[in-house]
């Protein structure tokens, strides 16, 4: 009678925040959609005006001085904000973490004007990063209002990402995934299930805005004959060393524009003023790289147009996120890995007389591969690039690829991007006490040594008190010869401000292969 009681318990409670992850997805939603729309049009004028200056070349004078001004205007909204740089997907992470606290509202509208200047100037940044913590925003605004509990804050803040993901590129399910796999390294039936509703109800919105058709959709894609197989995964190899070079680059380049001696809040007039010289020869090529992406799928390009647009997509992209600007690399990392599979196909063909035809599908494996090697989500890459695309009959070769650029990646000693964004935002900071109990969920997996082990004979951190045990629909309070299995989801109370902490701590503990890789990466 009492397990019939807590299952129904269960029930109500699944209801209910199904009911607060649709209006969410419809708020976060209706903001992205805006934000997207607001990008779309202002990357229209740009373009058009970089096509006007070829009659009109001294206008570009005072369209340099405008360019100035964008900068100036981000500049002080970076000042007053910090939070709104970059992409915002490193700041989300760190608030369920707990390392990271954001004031939403100053987040949502800064970093809404600061997106749409620097992605609609044509800069080479992304929509999804800021779409993400757009939405994320949403999700602790709502949180605040409704004055909810720590952890469901943490529900709010993982559904509102996933809606964000989802408005950003009608990529739901991607969406999902990315909280999942990206975020919260586990699966948590609350959290699936609110930011799964919530990334579907924003989806729908987004549709109203932009109609059913997917955002990077490429027609008439021929299957992938099973006798090239060999070549995916010499893509995957390919894909997996520059996935590495690039995060390299990526986490280098702080260091390289500290030799311009600029305050950091002034990066950014460096690729404001250097995209006007690339707008006036390449006004089709701005912005993050979706339209790029289109034009493969119906032409096939040169190798040496391929070669030229890689690296210049390449060192811009660079140029334009070192700067600190409001703007993700999600779709600039897609662009580029379509930019790979495209000229590795066209070297096949030329070399091997490989069907031309099928260069769109080496494109298309490129994107979710190269997200792969760099963003280390292989789940969320097959399953965005396959919504994204619209075509669903090429998941085995994509999850080939994929899962070969993670493994090549992983040799070399590649760490997720965000993650290592994360780390170095938070460099220096210590737990301190908040005074704001939360419960940690963490998953007892395959491979932890948590599974078959008694309560009382692991070695907890002393910060924390495990309450509870949740296996399959029902929960379970502990005791000490209570034995932990394999899909347990361990309820663990902490202080807010050793969230990160615990969980780091037990990981290393019950996984002796990530402790022992933790410590080669710090005595690197």
């Known amino acids: ?42 990357m229209e004028l740009t373009v058009s005006i970089y096509l006007w200056f070829h009659d009109n070349p001294l206008w570009m004078i005072p369209w340099a001085l405008l360019m100035l001004v964008f900068a100036f205007i981000i500049s002080r909204l970076i000042q007053s904000e910090k939070n709104i740089k970059g992409s915002g997907i490193p700041q989300v992470e760190g608030a369920l973490q707990g390392d990271i606290k954001l004031n939403w509202f100053s987040i949502l509208w800064k970093k809404f004007i600061g997106g749409v200047l620097s992605v609609g100037s044509g800069l080479f940044l992304g929509r999804e990063g800021p779409s993400i913590q757009l939405g994320a925003m949403v999700g602790q605004g709502f949180s605040e209002f409704t004055h909810a509990t720590t952890s469901e804050k ?20 991607a969406g999902l995934l990315f909280v999942i796999e990206e975020v919260h390294h586990h699966f948590s039936p609350l959290i699936w299930l609110t930011s799964l509703t919530a990334a579907l109800t924003a989806n729908l919105v987004s549709l109203n805005f932009f109609g059913l058709q997917p955002v990077l959709f490429i027609a008439d894609v021929p299957s992938y004959p099973l006798k090239y197989y060999g070549w995916l995964v010499l893509l ?36 404001f003023l250097l995209i006007i010289p690339i707008g006036y020869f390449f006004p089709h090529y701005l912005g993050g790289g979706n339209q790029i992406v289109l034009a493969l799928g119906k032409h096939n390009f040169s190798l040496s147009l391929l070669i030229f647009l890689f690296l210049l997509r390449f060192i811009f992209s660079m140029i334009s996120y070192g700067a600190n600007l409001p703007g993700g690399i999600f779709l600039p990392i ?191």
């Open 1 to 42: 009678m009492e397990k019939e009681h807590e299952i129904k318990r269960l029930d109500s409670t699944k209801v209910i925040f199904i009911l607060k992850g649709i209006l969410i997805g419809a708020l976060a939603g209706i903001i992205v959609s805006l934000f997207r729309l607001a990008i779309e049009k202002t």
């Open 154 to 173: 943490k529900i709010f803040i993982s559904s509102g990402a996933a809606a964000g993901l989802a408005a950003a590129f009608n990529a739901p399910i």
């Open 236 to 271: 995957g190899i390919i894909l997996g060393i520059l996935g590495y070079l690039y995060q390299k680059v990526l986490l280098a380049l702080p260091k390289w524009y500290r030799l311009t001696h600029l305050p950091e809040s002034l990066y950014g007039i460096i690729p």
């Open 334 to 524: 897609l662009t580029l890995g379509a930019l790979i599979g495209a000229l590795y196909g066209t070297i096949l063909n030329q070399l091997f007389g490989i069907n031309a035809d099928l260069i769109k599908d080496f494109a298309i494996f490129a994107m979710a591969g190269y997200f792969t090697a760099i963003g280390k989500a292989p789940l969320t890459a097959i399953i965005l690039v396959t919504e994204m695309v619209g075509n669903i009959t090429h998941l085995m070769p994509l999850a080939v690829c994929s899962l070969t650029a993670y493994v090549i990646n992983d040799l070399l000693g590649g760490n997720p991007i965000y993650e290592s964004l994360l780390e170095r935002l938070v460099k220096g900071h210590l737990p301190s006490i908040t005074g704001n109990k939360t419960i940690v969920e963490f998953p007892v997996t395959a491979e932890s040594t948590l599974d078959g082990t008694m309560v009382r004979d692991f070695n907890w951190p002393k910060e924390m008190l495990l309450v509870s045990i949740r296996r399959g629909s029902s929960e379970m309070i502990t005791h000490g010869d209570t034995v932990m299995k394999v899909g347990d989801l361990l309820m663990i109370l902490t202080d807010e401000g050793y969230t990160k902490k615990i969980k780091t701590l037990i990981s290393q503990r019950s996984h002796p292969a990530i402790a022992k890789k933790q410590e080669k990466t710090i005595s690197e």
